[in-house]
Nanobody
């Protein structure tokens, strides 16, 4: 089992940047594919980015490609989401999630076993 705690959310103007962090408990962090999802009010939870266990493979949702970068540090049990060129439509609660079911990142939220509590990102226009 792993527990996930996100941090780094906040209020930022359009065009700005934020870096989210997700700290994981436990000694098996490197055995999980990690992902970031987001959910805006009244909308479905949306895949944002995913990274393989050894960080050799990354995958992004179409709406964030070229603007967001996912990375991980297995020595620190932490996964990051660098968000640049933020837009008002990026406003959402951002969740990190751990996936023990697949070898590569997937967009399917049901492949992810563990979730953090979420961190709010608000982008003003």
């Amino acid at each position: 089992q792993v527990q996930l705690v996100e941090s780094g959310g906040g209020l930022v103007q359009a065009g700005g940047s934020l870096r989210l962090s997700c700290a994981a408990s436990g000694r098996t962090f490197s055995s999980y594919v990690m992902g970031w999802f987001r959910q805006a009010p009244g909308k479905e939870r949306e895949f944002v980015a995913g990274i393989s266990r050894g960080a050799g493979s990354t995958y992004y949702g179409d709406s964030v490609k070229g603007r967001f970068t996912i990375s991980r540090d297995n020595a620190k049990n932490t996964v990051y989401l660098q968000m640049n060129s933020l837009k008002p439509e990026d406003t959402a609660v951002y969740y990190c999630a751990a996936n023990s079911r697949t070898a590569r990142p997937t967009v399917n939220r049901y492949d992810y076993d563990y979730w953090g509590q979420g961190t709010q990102v608000t982008v003003s226009s």
